[in-house]
């Protein structure tokens, strides 16, 4: 069974940083994306950045610049960077990490950022 799950959120200052883990068990066939969402209260959810497989690496245009999104194969694990002096209190959201497969779309529990002073 297939199962993501977030780590790396928390409470931190503007100008900040953190980095958002996903660690993915279980085998997952034929990827077409990996990538972080995240939904904010009272917003819909919508992408932040996601790795294309074969293809391009996509960015939202609110965090281009700031935010870098990787992955470890050998560790089944996805990562957004979220850079030094970057944070901003509109980056307050639940992160999602998600797989889109054939056939499934798999997504993680979530993890909530908070950027405050």
């Known amino acids: 069974q297939v199962q993501l799950v977030e780590s790396g959120g928390g409470l931190v200052q503007p100008g900040g940083s953190l980095r958002l883990s996903c660690a993915a068990s279980?085998?997952?066939?034929?990827?077409?994306?990996m990538g972080w969402y995240r939904q904010a209260p009272g917003k819909q959810r919508e992408l932040v950045a996601r790795?294309?497989?074969?293809?391009?690496?996509?960015?939202a245009d609110s965090v281009k610049g700031r935010f870098t999104i990787s992955r470890d194969i050998a560790k089944n694990t996805l990562y957004l960077q979220m850079n030094m002096n970057s944070l901003k209190p509109e980056d307050t959201a639940v992160y999602y990490c998600?797989?889109?497969?054939?056939?499934?779309?798999?997504w993680g529990q979530g993890t909530q950022v908070t950027v405050s002073s």
């Open positions: 790795i294309i497989s074969g293809g391009p690496t996509n960015y």
């Open positions: 998600n797989v889109d497969s054939v056939p499934r779309n798999y």
């Open positions: 279980g085998i997952i066939f034929n990827i077409k994306a």
